[in-house]
């Protein structure tokens, strides 16, 4: 089946520190989107990006479509930043998501 | 902002119990879904719904019944509530227009079957 395929799966770093992480996807997407879930369990979506480069503050999110890949920037971590992040793909214009295994960040003070 | 709301934020139900949990989105959202999530197993999709009245099936859908009587308001409901249903819910709605087909998620439901 359709696979999303995240990495790392743990990453720890300090305060300052900045960060990559990368979302691998089986098939043609057109629509993917980022997730940051914070310790509580609350899912925010950070980004919808299907393809191209968009910013919002320190985080940042490259997807390039051909390739089948995506990546989440971070700048200038901070410790709020810490929880999971998941990128999710929706394939053959479906709207529904298949989930990556998720990236556990820790930043440190 | 777009609101998704859980009616509970924990749950306690016992075996062979029905359950039902609610969710109510308030930006005239078409899309809604339903999710469990696991340690291990991630995000798994139980049920989705892209209009009122209609409903379709996800990865995990057995055990599990979905109704949607009116736009804003998507309910999963257990049949029959058992140990391994324990579990994280989470609820999402959509629009169903481009441009953007961003996600809203609840805050969760954590439901322990005993």
């Known amino acids: 089946g359709i696979q999303v395929e995240q990495s790392p799966p743990d990453l720890i770093l300090q305060e300052g520190a900045n960060s990559t992480l990368r979302c691998n996807f089986s098939?043609?997407?057109?629509?993917l989107q980022w997730f940051h879930q914070n310790p509580w369990g609350q899912l925010i979506n950070l980004f919808y990006?299907?393809?191209g480069t968009k910013q919002n503050g320190r985080l940042s999110a490259t997807t390039v479509a051909t390739e089948r890949y995506s990546l989440l920037y971070i700048s200038s971590s901070q410790t709020t930043d810490s929880g999971v992040y998941f990128c999710?793909?929706?394939?053959?214009?479906?709207?529904?998501?298949?989930f990556g295994q998720g990236t556990r960040l820790t930043i440190n003070p | 902002d777009v609101k998704v709301t859980q009616s509970s934020r924990y749950l306690v139900k016992r075996t062979g119990e029905k359950v039902f949990l609610e969710c109510v989105q308030d930006?005239?959202?078409?899309?809604m879904f339903w999710y469990r999530q696991d340690p291990g197993l991630g995000l798994r999709l139980i049920y989705f719904?892209?209009?009122?009245?209609?409903?379709e099936k996800g990865d995990i859908p057995e055990g599990y019944s979905v109704s949607r009587e009116k736009k804003e308001r998507f309910s999963l409901i257990l049949e029959s509530a058992s140990t391994n249903q324990t579990s994280m819910y989470l609820c999402a709605s959509s629009p169903r227009a481009l441009p953007n087909y961003g996600y809203t998620f609840g805050s969760g439901t954590r439901l322990t079957v005993v």
């Open positions: 930006m005239d959202h078409e899309n």
């Open positions: 990006i299907p393809s």
């Open positions: 098939d043609s997407v057109n629509n």
């Open positions: 999710a793909g929706g394939f053959q214009g479906a709207q529904k998501l298949v």
């Open positions: 719904s892209y209009d009122v009245k209609m409903k």
